[in-house]
């Protein structure tokens, strides 16, 4: 068998004419599950062993260095494989793959554990090509230093820069270093003090900005040519001096590893041309996610002559927010008017009723490529919607499930269960179930809750003002937000703490006293931070945890802490909307004012203690298990990309969560919103819960939000619909609960009923874990009446 008839043995139909077409270039639109990097890595076998292309001449660009290592592993087995010769009848070809019911695709999944990368396994079907490989006895064989220019963009052309950039006309060396994040923001502070400008713009802030231009070409000379305000031209001295910093040291960002290249080709054409004629193939995955200066600086190597293949999926093109350009994907004919274009539609991974609702959505998007994805599996089953009276019954009633699940053996192992959201704030109350209930989990791509900066930061607050003598959490707080009192001083009042046998708090009361060196804007901080801190003591007995919380991170200007911190509102946004999540979690220790005291005999500032108690069990839960290996996965949607799951909870469907709401009023951004639901839908392999609350806290304030739009774009012959939020007919039969009555609930077990409202309920829960809490009346079965 020769190699083009063995290569469409191992590859469906369509598969196989993306792989085997080199004549013109290729634009490959692959669906989710569809075995994308598979026909990739095919695609260069053939080129490498059918058309005998040097391997030197072939240039792979991907997004991450696992991809590129994985992909030159199984080059590397691949070409031992051929020249070996060997045979494996059993793996017959692509018939009697078919016939016993399974695909070349289905073969990978069987080898791959449930919910890892798919890119672990995406080279596996190379091993097959020991069983009917066709011979080959040349000498030339496939050795890993030949693989230089199998890479990631920066890795790549790293190689340019290392051989060329002396050519810039620069003070750089062949031999520049590269600084790391921490080293690079050293050189950022030293620059705002030096031009005085550090008092008003922050460390991210500033990096955010240069980052913006380099990845649009844009070097200092011409980013003044676009600036105009008066922000811009601050902005602009920064970056002129920051780059002036990074040449007198002989050292790159991250960010000029693609910068200066671009300058160099627009620069010298001479070597420009000279790489023209050094790639004949140029090969880019995921080429959806592309920004400006990286599909530039593609183009630029291809020229005119370069057979480019681009394969990705503009259905899941999700980074517009970080500079992603799906538009190079969708308009690539401008530039190459010749290319061919490959669809790639059939899925292997999911059932059909996940795959025609993933269709259904997704087909509402106007800007994309046409596609009919099309289920390689069988089944009839439906995905099932939830709705949910608040987001903490969405999380008890899915916890619950997935606890029966387990119980009932439906799921074998809890890392095939994945809870997926569009911001890292929604885990927090699935983290408090999960942590109550002892069932592990981990957060993917995130800090556990109680681990996030902001939250560390906000209770290091709330410890400092019930325990002034606590210096751990003094020395975290006291510049933050900043406040002009540096390392140095810090580090001096510490000492002299130790020094007099007493705590930091001491030593910052009486600091006039003392004979201490501090610069006028330290002293005005310190001033500033302890008068802050007194007037929210004073306030401890009148307001309620949640009250008091809220306080002290408007008192201190937490939020403009964020915006300057993170360099922008929406990420700041995401943050603060954690510190929000943190509020709710306050808001029930409220409701203790009404259990078995009089009214306001318990003050706040034992409520606010008891809070803090629970809080420091749940953290020291956290700790002890987040080394669980089989344990539910929880993650935002962005993260999910590249996932696959057996079993998927999607929640907080509704608008103005997911969708955002800065997404209802714009199109485009709308699209983007959708395409992350596509995603998310696509991740499940077997089971799809989708799941939104009539009710959602937000920031401690309770906001009602219609379901999400994109439940409406599923057809109502896909669904099965529970209701489990009160959303009932009103002649529903319903039980009679009353002050005093003893209760059963079934994931807080046993209670008393302290107040009724309506069909509300304040329960006080046996087990001191769960306290107090609001309740719906449907919730609950009475178990003993009060006479």
Do not use: C
Not at 139 to 151: C, E, M, Q, V
Not at 169 to 187: A, P
Not at 471 to 480: D, M, P, W, Y
Not at 743 to 769: C, Q, R, S
């Amino acid at each position: 068998m020769d190699i083009t008839s063995y290569i469409k043995s191992q590859l469906n139909d369509e598969q196989g004419e993306a792989a085997l077409h080199i004549d013109t270039s290729s634009l490959i639109i692959a669906g989710a599950g569809s075995g994308k990097t598979r026909t990739l890595i095919y695609k260069i076998a053939y080129l490498i062993r059918g058309k005998h292309i040097p391997v030197q001449k072939i240039l792979a660009v991907t997004f991450t260095n696992k991809a590129a290592n994985e992909m030159k592993e199984r080059l590397l087995k691949i070409s031992e494989e051929i020249s070996s010769g060997t045979r494996d009848a059993d793996r017959g070809t692509k018939d009697s793959i078919q016939s016993s019911g399974a695909n070349a695709k289905d073969l990978d999944s069987s080898l791959r554990s449930e919910g890892q990368y798919l890119d672990d396994s995406l080279g596996d079907f190379l091993n097959a090509m020991q069983s009917s490989a066709p011979a080959n006895t040349s000498a030339n064989r496939l050795l890993p230093h030949t693989l230089k220019w199998i890479g990631t963009f920066h890795s790549i052309f790293l190689k340019i820069l290392k051989e060329d950039i002396e050519k810039l006309g620069m003070k750089y060396t062949k031999n520049f270093g590269i600084y790391d994040s921490n080293e690079s923001q050293s050189i950022m502070k030293d620059v705002l003090k030096r031009l005085g400008l550090q008092d008003i713009y922050k460390i991210p802030e500033a990096k955010v900005f240069i980052s913006i231009q380099k990845n649009n070409g844009l070097d200092p000379k011409g980013a003044i040519k676009i600036l105009k305000t008066d922000h811009d031209q601050s902005m602009y001295k920064i970056y002129e001096e920051y780059q002036k910093e990074l040449e007198n040291n002989n050292s790159l960002d991250f960010d000029d590893l693609l910068l200066l290249p671009y300058l160099l080709f627009k620069k010298n054409p001479v070597i420009l041309k000279k790489r023209n004629d050094h790639f004949d193939y140029i090969l880019v995955d995921e080429a959806q996610d592309t920004n400006r200066i990286q599909f530039e600086l593609m183009k630029m190597l291809g020229g005119e002559n370069a057979n480019m293949t681009l394969i990705g999926d503009d259905y899941q093109s999700i980074y517009g927010w970080r500079g992603a350009l799906m538009e190079n994907f969708l308009n690539v004919k401008k530039y190459r008017p010749d290319i061919q274009m490959f669809k790639l539609q059939i899925n292997y991974r999911s059932r059909p009723h996940i795959v025609h609702a993933g269709n259904q959505i997704i087909k509402n998007n106007v800007n994309q490529y046409e596609k009919n994805i099309v289920a390689h599996r069988t089944g009839d089953d439906k995905i099932t919607i939830f709705s949910h009276a608040s987001e903490m019954d969405e999380a008890a009633n899915i916890v619950d499930l997935i606890k029966k699940m387990k119980d009932q053996g439906k799921v074998k192992n809890r890392n095939q269960v994945a809870i997926l959201y569009r911001t890292n704030a929604q885990s927090s109350p699935f983290e408090q179930l999960f942590l109550q209930e002892g069932i592990p989990y981990k957060v993917w791509g995130a800090y556990k809750f109680f681990e996030r900066k902001e939250i560390k930061d906000t209770l290091s607050y709330i410890k400092y003002i019930l325990n002034p003598q606590d210096n751990i959490s003094l020395k975290r707080i006291l510049n933050v937000p900043t406040r002009k009192i540096g390392k140095t001083t810090i580090e001096t009042i510490e000492e002299l703490a130790i020094d007099q046998n007493t705590n930091m708090h001491e030593i910052l009361i009486h600091i006039s006293d003392l004979g201490v060196k501090l610069t006028p804007a330290a002293t005005k901080g310190i001033e500033e931070f302890l008068t802050t801190m007194i007037g929210i003591r004073t306030q401890l007995k009148k307001l309620t945890p949640a009250e008091l919380i809220e306080t002290l991170i408007k008192k201190i200007k937490y939020r403009d802490y964020l915006v300057k911190e993170e360099g922008g509102e929406p990420q700041a946004d995401e943050k603060y909307e954690n510190i929000g999540q943190l509020i709710n979690m306050a808001q029930k220790y409220d409701l203790r004012k009404t259990a078995n005291e009089e009214p306001g005999s318990i003050v706040g500032e034992e409520l606010l203690r008891q809070f803090m108690e629970e809080v420091a069990l749940l953290s020291d839960i956290s700790e002890n298990e987040s080394g669980e290996i089989e344990a539910v996965k929880l993650m935002t949607a962005h993260s999910s990309k590249g996932l696959e799951f057996p079993i998927v909870f999607i929640v907080g469907l509704e608008d103005y969560i997911f969708p955002l709401a800065n997404a209802m009023q714009d199109p485009k951004t709308l699209e983007e919103e959708r395409r992350l639901m596509y995603v998310a839908v696509t991740r499940a392999k077997d089971v799809l819960f989708l799941s939104h609350a009539h009710s959602r806290m937000t920031r401690g304030q309770t906001k009602m939000n219609p379901p999400s739009r994109f439940l409406d774009e599923i057809s109502p012959d896909l669904v099965k619909r529970y209701d489990l939020g009160g959303g009932g007919t009103d002649d529903e039969p319903r039980q009679n609960v009353d002050e005093g009555d003893s209760v059963m609930h079934k994931l807080f077990g046993k209670g008393y009923v302290l107040e009724v409202w309506n069909n509300l309920t304040i329960v006080k829960f046996h087990n001191p874990k769960f306290g107090v809490r609001k309740i719906e009346m449907r919730f609950l079965q009475v178990i003993g009446k009060d006479e």
